[in-house]
């Protein structure tokens, strides 16, 4: 009965472990850097983070960074109190997608 139980378990959590950005990468895809990823990813890669202080300056020097920055920006864009809206999101990934 603990078998199955253990069983169950991986095949509820396998299909979650293969479809995360880590778990591409380690299959040799670099995931897709998009506005959906959160902002500490974006910020890691320096392309990424050109692209994203371009759009939105000084995002990386606010004094909340800390807090937020393990959100995406899509997720954040409805708190920005207007910084950034649909249409810079967009635009960042469009540019993410060019790099």
Known sequence: MKMFYAAAALAITAPIVAITP??????????????????ETLMAN???????????????????Y???????????????QGTFDESTLDRIDADLAAL
Do not use: C, N, W
């Open 46 to 64: 320096d392309a990424a983070k050109a692209v994203v202080l371009a759009h939105i300056p000084g995002m990386d020097q606010h004094p909340a």
């Open 66 to 80: 800390d807090q937020f920055k393990a959100i995406s920006l899509r997720a954040l864009a409805p708190y920005s």
């Open 22 to 39: 880590a778990a591409a990468q380690h299959e040799g895809h670099e995931a897709a850097l998009t506005t959906e990823l959160p902002i």
